[in-house]
């Protein structure tokens, strides 16, 4: 999976990085409601620190945008037309 080489916006994100991301978003989608970590941490088969430390840097990449203390808060803040396609 590569990012497109048309992505415009300032924050660049690496291949899995774009996979949360593309995650996130799809599952919000179909869900109506975003999805929790242990969603995330399940679906990626990985630890609920590491599922924890990638939502920490998205939002610190300004990817994402989280609301401190509420439970499925998370918001993919790039267009739907910059996510990996491939996922």
């Known amino acids: ?3 497109p080489e048309n992505y415009k916006s300032k924050n660049k994100f690496t291949q899995r990085q774009g996979q949360y991301l593309a995650f996130i978003f799809y599952y919000t989608r179909i869900n109506g ?4 970590e242990v969603d ?7 630890s609920s ?6 939502l920490r840097g998205l939002a610190a990449k300004q990817l994402i945008k ?4 509420q439970a499925r ?6 267009p739907q037309d ?6």
């Open 33 to 36: 409601r975003p999805p929790a």
């Open 82 to 87: 910059q996510l990996p396609a491939d996922w």
């Open 66 to 69: 989280k609301e401190p203390g």
């Open 1 to 3: 999976m590569s990012i």
């Open 49 to 54: 620190a590491s599922t924890h430390q990638m």
């Open 73 to 78: 808060s998370t918001v993919v803040l790039i």
């Open 40 to 46: 995330i941490q399940n679906y990626f088969g990985v």
